[in-house]
């Protein structure tokens, strides 16, 4: 079996499974000594931590944590209900269907909306669910961060976070993407921008912007739901690249753009080779 991550992390010289079940907290900081008095749950185990808040404000973000890492979203305009935490069907690390209690769902105060959070090992997944049209096809969240710094992709609506001293991607947000209750209804057309917030230190303002012809198609089945996805890199002593064949690419880095894709074989603009490097690889005898 191939697992495009991680499945299990050291602890104590023992490998241990992941478990991104959300339990109760009962610490005040987390490993980063940031407060989280008014934060509900965390993930059962694992060497990345998600903190998931009593509710979302920009006071009290959803907050993601690596190593040295730490990465904070929350939606600028938008007050929530109490989280409630659902089970979720899952696949484990032996391709097993388990129930586990992994989704952490906060209503939006309008009840016009759902913000979803399902914790998994290498960061989290997001869903939108409108229940109607709404307002504004915009969408804008506050990021903050600590150890690293956003790239826009230049080929793909996705955002890479960079180590501030090697330049190394240590995680992503996704390309994202959307359907509608008759999930026959599937859409890409969403594109994102990030920039920095006047006057706040390594905070950010990223804008999520939906394809307003789809929210408003007479085709639409409501409720939509749109999904972005953070999630952590993995081993940086393996890095990887794509090249594709013709002159109209020759130009182009992809190793540098930001890309997360790894495309292999024949697509709409030629043919696709992916390169893998190890920079520590030990000889056995």
Known sequence: MIHDSNIRFEEDG?????????????????????DISEYAYENNKGDKKNYIPESISEE????????????????TEKETKK???????????????????????????????????????NGIKENIILNEV??????????????SK????????????????????????????????????YSEEITYD????????????????VDEDYLKSEDRQYSVKIDPTITWSGDSNIIDTYIISGTKYGDI????????????????????RSLIKGRKLASKD
Do not use: H, W
């Open 14 to 34: 023992k490998l241990i499974d992941y478990d991104p079940s959300l339990v109760k907290i009962e610490d005040n900081k987390t490993e980063n000594n940031t």
């Open 60 to 75: 009290t973000p959803i907050i993601l944590e690596n190593n040295n890492y730490q990465i904070t979203i929350s939606p």
């Open 83 to 121: 989280v409630k935490v659902e089970d979720e069907n899952v696949l484990n690390i032996y391709d097993e269907e388990v129930n586990l209690p992994v989704k952490a769902i906060y209503e939006a105060k309008d009840e016009k909306s759902l913000l979803e959070y399902i914790s998994k090992e």
């Open 134 to 147: 709404p307002d504004s096809n915009v969408f804008e969240y506050e990021i903050k961060l600590d150890g």
């Open 150 to 185: 956003p790239k826009k992709c230049e080929l793909e609506e996705s955002i890479v976070f960079i180590d501030d001293k090697t330049n190394e991607v240590i995680g992503s947000i996704d390309v994202p993407f959307m359907n509608d209750a008759s999930n026959k209804a």
């Open 194 to 209: 990030i920039n920095p917030k006047s006057g706040e230190k390594d905070t950010y303002i990223l804008t999520m912007t």
């Open 253 to 272: 880095n992809f190793y540098d753009s930001g890309t997360t894709a790894f495309p292999v074989g024949r697509g709409s603009n030629g043919i696709y």
